[in-house]
């Protein structure tokens, strides 16, 4: 395991995020408040899918501390194509990647590089930069790695 990566959230993909919540809460995770935005989207930007700039739209949401320290995010598709929404199409719904932070995103992003790992998908929020990597033709699972901006 890479030392300065540092766990943050496990990803589940879903179909209806107001059936997601409801079926969460019902096991004890939660809250799931709207994350950054209004509820629906999440304000995106430098979004780019396989490197190339893209248009698309989340709902995505975060139960944090819902299990244990665990931040659980729960991940609709909303507009346009993603990697998300293919994976919810091939495989239907279930766990979609696992998240890090990290110090250097870019640095992190040239290691990942030279053990073949391709970006998939990559944004900014108002607060985060993150990028997904194509490591889950083993396992099934992808990894995305996040900064902090001003970090």
């Given amino acids: 395991m890479h030392q300065n990566w540092k766990f943050h959230h496990v990803s589940v ?3 209806d995020m107001q059936k997601a919540i409801e079926f969460y809460q019902t096991l004890g995770i939660g809250p799931f408040p709207p994350l950054l935005g209004p509820e629906g989207t999440v304000p995106l930007t ?3 899918l396989w490197g190339k700039p893209a ?3 989340l709902d995505l949401r975060h139960a944090e501390g819902g299990v244990g320290d665990l931040v659980f995010e729960v991940v609709q598709p909303l507009e346009g194509e993603t990697p998300i929404k293919e994976f919810l199409e091939k495989k239907g719904e279930g766990i979609h990647h696992i998240g890090f ?6 640095q992190e992003t ?5 053990k073949g790992f391709t970006i998939t998908q990559s ?3 108002p607060t985060v ?3 997904y990597f194509d490591t889950d033709k083993v396992g099934g699972v992808s ?3 996040m900064q902090k901006k001003g970090s």
């Avoid at 040239?110 to 030279?114: D, P, Q, V």
């Fill in 13 to 15: 993909v879903v179909r």
């Fill in 46 to 48: 430098g979004k780019t």
């Fill in 55 to 57: 248009e698309y739209e």
């Fill in 101 to 106: 932070f990290v110090d250097d995103l870019d």
């Fill in 110 to 114: 040239a290691k990942m590089a030279e």
């Fill in 123 to 125: 944004g900014e929020t």
């Fill in 129 to 131: 930069k993150w990028v």
């Fill in 143 to 145: 990894i995305e790695l």
